[in-house]
């Protein structure tokens, strides 16, 4: 048994116990939620950007290959408008080719576009090449 205390002594104090109070923790883990969740945004942004690029590129070695082909035909590409599908890396993509002519009758001006086959109306790649036409002067 403790003895008693003098008249006027402050009364003793217990030690706080060691640790965090409810309200404390939930914020902390209140916190740390919205970081994760910043964390899972960017890192979303970050794969679909991959995937774009990935997809742009595909699709601009579609429209250089199709630019190569207009200019192995013999004598030229004829004149018009031309649409087909081509496959790079598993991946199916559609080309528009239209071949018009130039100032220079030696010359004809071939455009290619490429689009996914679902999304006609986005455009992932386009090049202009112009193509020399043989036998004309």
Known sequence: MTPPLPAGAPTPRRAAA?????VEILVAL???A?????GMRALAQS????????QRTLALWV???Q???AQLVAGGPALGLRD????QAGVVFRWHETVGGTPNPAFRKVEVTVTA????????AQIVGYVGVQGQR
């Open 34 to 38: 919205v970081a994760l969740a910043a």
């Open 47 to 54: 794969i679909d950007a991959a995937t774009l690029l990935k």
């Open 63 to 65: 429209a250089q290959n």
């Open 67 to 69: 630019l190569a082909a």
């Open 30 to 32: 209140a916190v740390i």
């Open 84 to 87: 087909g599908d081509a496959t």
């Open 18 to 22: 060691g640790g965090f109070t409810l």
């Open 117 to 124: 086959p679902d999304q006609p109306d986005y455009v992932l």
